[in-house]
């Protein structure tokens, strides 16, 4: 996903300031997409420069409403049908591919935090959930993408756990990591 289309999909739903579209990242779409102020405001003017935003309205201190365009909207409906997800990216199992070299007790507890980590995010993914009806095509989207997190993350949490469980068995197989 591309944050160029993450800002787009946003703005379809509403119009909004650069601060608007801040705070809707950091409330939800944080959880699949991250993006800080200095990421959203140069894309915003990219996209403006491009025909696929423009300024709706001005507000206090110089802010600035934007809505998507209709050659907005056929290119982000162009992107969800055309385009094919990246997929593969994962800083925390590259972590996982070489807890060999970490004594068992430091990989078991690099397991634990991220079994910990991961309960942390359910619990905040189930609350959304309870605080949530959806009632439109829009919030049931939101509500599928909410679904897959869960899943997911329930997942993790019992991946980490298995893995640290593994991991705590080393010692009994072999001898610990080279160098040591």
């Known amino acids: ?5 993450a800002l787009l999909g946003l703005l379809a739903a509403q119009p909004q300031t650069g601060y608007g579209l801040l705070k809707h990242f950091q ?5 699949v997409w991250p993006a800080q102020h200095s990421q959203i405001y140069p894309e915003l003017a990219r996209l403006a420069a491009a025909g696929r935003i423009r300024v709706a ?3 206090p201190r110089a802010s600035k409403t934007y809505e998507v365009t209709p050659v907005g909207v056929a290119e982000l409906r162009r992107w969800l049908v055309e385009t094919t997800p990246q997929r593969g990216r994962s800083d925390a199992l590259l972590h996982v591919f070489f807890l060999w070299l970490l004594e068992t007790d430091d990989a078991a507890a690099y397991l634990e935090s991220e079994a910990s980590t991961q309960g942390r995010l359910l619990d905040e993914l189930e609350g959304i959930k ?3 009806d959806p009632t439109d095509r829009k919030q049931r989207a939101y509500r599928l993408a909410l679904e897959a997190g869960i899943a997911t993350t329930r997942a993790r949490i019992e991946w980490a756990e298995w893995a640290r469980d593994e991991v705590r068995r080393w010692d009994d197989e ?6 040591r």
Request: proline content about 14%.
């Open 27 to 31: 409330g939800s779409l944080n959880y």
């Open 130 to 132: 309870e605080s949530s």
């Open 1 to 5: 996903m591309s944050l160029r289309h």
């Open 174 to 179: 072999r001898p610990g990591p080279p160098g």
């Open 57 to 59: 309205g001005t507000g």
